[in-house]
């Protein structure tokens, strides 16, 4: 208990406490970063929770450390003990989670930037070389011609090129060539061995602070790493004869290995940090004490679990039997198959040319006259101060009354809900607090702090918006729109002007940093789920979390979205959670089609069908399938880690084969 006692005391030479810099996030992705992480996680350990949180549920346990994560050390010293240890052991244990991925996080993000300056690096060779390369394949191209004349004419190959270019000359040239010349394969990796002295800022306390688990496909790779630890603890330079390389890629292995044959440390190093890297987020390797990069089963409901819960009490939307469920996805595509053989020389806008799909590009369909009509009627409304509106609606709809105290769980009163609108306001319009403050008569900075700190939370937040879209989908005028079944999202980019580790850089964008807001919105026009999501993360990964966790009364049961918010794992999931999943395919022609059975069984689509469904995988998979979406389902976990690992890199977990169709 001193232990927990000492977390509110003032560091020596500073004015804040240990529990204030414990809750200190990371303010950008650089070896510096992951080092003061790691010395905070070091710091939690040493303290030695033994905690039997058996008989708690985790809501519980989140609960009570999202209060700790909001009250200051003064607050704790007004608490009694066991009040006090209780919220500080359950917010300590959720920290530790926290720093764990926040490390794996920061190193995620260093190797990103290494292959990216790899890249960059290459690009400006190119750019600052490109006329003396040019020059170098014109004087080719002239000794070229000059040989192949010298044959055709027997004239003597040396004097035909001294004639296009003098000997010294030509011998200059020669050697400026060879100094220009990229590797064969035009890779870049070559350039990044100087960029090896900045990993090591951190990877030594990378390796040996954190505790790495793995499937059998990575037992290779954590025969390396244990090799690495190895080297660093014992300063070994050399990398030992029979370390293992089955783990590296074909594209690594042309710079892993020296002229002589022996194993470049530098660039073995920077290989295992790289595969480490894509065997965690694959799900290969797990992270012990980690919330993100747990093992692949623990996210799931239990296999114990699972066998009493199957086959009868199981809410998906199809049948639990393999069989019956390839059946029935036999004949459905077959259905659709004929039927789509039989039309597609009728069908408008849709040809086959070049053994390619083509679909014609849809054209603006509104009216001008109804676009006139539209600014008619946004004319009639009246105007109004923006705090009114919000008063008004807050009274039509009580969306305030979601605002719960996180401590107290208290509703806020009269006087509460005007601190909690002008709060809205501030944060909303991006005024700030401090100005919303000074042009508020009786409303303080101190209130609207408190008010964002305590009532502001998400879950408050994620309940107003659902007490509005609910309003907004009674009212008879919604339904001229649409009957709040159909939903589409999307992401917007906002840019970010401060430094911070989840403000990211995407050449997509353009220059500079920034967050993607991530938005469904149903066909009545309402926003009914919005959340913050990496910027070079694919939107896909967030589809599924939209669909099922909003907390409003809309059924969806169609959902749209760009090419970003595909892919396979996503179609398989809606399909097998009850929607129907229509996205807008940019590159459609070039996708590959799949049928359980030959292609020239449709003769008119044998040029589409290119594939065929691998009904072994689905058999050998679909219990753990079905296992994964009845975990996301009931809220074991969340689709977006599940979807990101089932997507990521080329080692993908054995469901996201069986996941979509089975296709091979």
Known sequence: MHSLDSLLSLMPGTNKTYLGWLKEVPGQSSPESFLKVVERLEYIRALKLQVDTHGIHPNRLRQLSKIGSRYEPRSFRRFNDPKKYAILVAYLLDLIQDLTDQAFEIHDRQIMSLLSKGRKAQEEIQKQNGKSINEKVVHFASMGDALIKARNEGIDPFVALEAVMPWDKLVASVEEAKSLARPVDYDYLD??????????????????????????????????VDIIRDMNESGKRKVPEGAPLEFVSNRWQRHVYDDDGSINRHYYEMAVLTELRNYIRSGDVSIVGSRQHKDFDEYLVSREDWEQIKPSHVPLAVDTSVEAYLEERMESLRKRLDWLSSNVEALESVNLESGKLHIDRLEKDVPDEARDFSVSLYELLPRIKLTDLLMDVARWTGFHEQFVHASTNRMPNEEETIVVMATLMAMGTNVGLTKMAESTPGVSYRQLANVAQWRLYEDAMNKAQAVLVNFHHRLALSSYWGDGTTSSSDGMRVPIGVSALHADANPHYGHGKGATIYRFVSDQFSSF??????????????????LLHHETDLIIEEHYTDTAGYTDQVFGLTHLLGFRFAPRLRDLSDSKLFTFGKPTDFPKLETLLRGQVNAKVIRDNFDDVLRLAYSIREGTVSASPMMGKLGSYARQNRLATALPWGTS
């Open 191 to 224: 350039l990044l061995e100087k960029k090896f002295y900045t990993l090591r800022k951190y990877t030594p306390t990378f390796l040996k602070s954190l505790e790495f688990r793995s499937t059998r496909s990575a037992e290779s790779l954590m025969r390396a």
């Open 529 to 546: 789920y919005t959340k913050v999501i990496n910027t070079n993360a694919r939107d896909a990964v967030h589809v599924i979390d939209g």
